[in-house]
């Protein structure tokens, strides 16, 4: 343990701190149940195209596209206020230090999400005219798969990380049609989420009764 701590990469106490705040964060599987239920919601974009057509299929999927945007942006507060009403005696709560530069970092995020948004866009466009939608499949589980890896940095991360990666390259060989994929893609992911976190959740109470008894 002291030589893991003696690390290089954790020889600076504000990497050091960071890493243990990331494991606060993640140590009751909330991040991944919420990130779940956007994805699953995410996947109803898609299977009104598959379902219906005509007025239906547009007003369905301007519901789900609105769901998304509006789960995306109470997330934080979502969290904390979970945190805070139900889990605060089990897991204590964890709140960061501002930072001095806190209004830099947000703005280059915004600047970089944005700039993230159009090449997908770019991507998009450019595979739809090359009649290559299917990629975007295995674009989008290395995006999750690699993000999982980046950010998590805990061993059940890896796991769901790697069957996002290995659902989107398998959906490309099937024969189902481009909206049918992403609409079970998305459908998985978020199962895989939702189950991560169902089970971290689960272990993490059960550990705290054990204690308590």
Known sequence: M?????????????T?????????????????????????????????DVLFRGRPQQVLGLLFTALVCVM???????????RQRYL??????????????????????????LVVAGAMVALIRYLELRDLKLWLLPI?????????????????????GSLALCAGIFLVFTNWSFELCLA??????GMVEISAGGITLARLLRQRTEIEA
């Not at 890493?19 to 140590?27: D, E, G, P, S």
């Not at 995306?72 to 979970?82: D, G, P, Q, R, V």
């Not at 897991?91 to 209004?103: C, E, N």
């Open 72 to 82: 995306c942006a109470i997330t934080n507060w979502l969290i904390k206020s979970i």
């Open 16 to 48: 050091l701190a960071h890493r243990m705040v990331q494991c606060a964060h993640n140590r009751d599987g909330l991040p991944e149940l919420i990130a779940g239920v956007i994805f699953v919601i995410a996947s109803g974009m898609c299977w009104p």
């Open 140 to 160: 989008n589980g290395i995006f999750i798969g690699v993000f999982q890896f980046v950010v998590g940095r805990l061993p059940r991360f890896w796991i769901t």
């Open 184 to 189: 079970t893609f998305y459908l998985f992911v």
């Open 88 to 113: 605060l005696p089990w897991v204590g709560y964890v709140r960061l230090r501002p930072h001095p530069k806190s209004t830099k970092i947000k703005v280059f995020a915004l600047v970089q999400a």
């Open 2 to 14: 002291q030589e893991h701590l003696s690390s290089p990469s954790l020889a600076n106490p504000d």
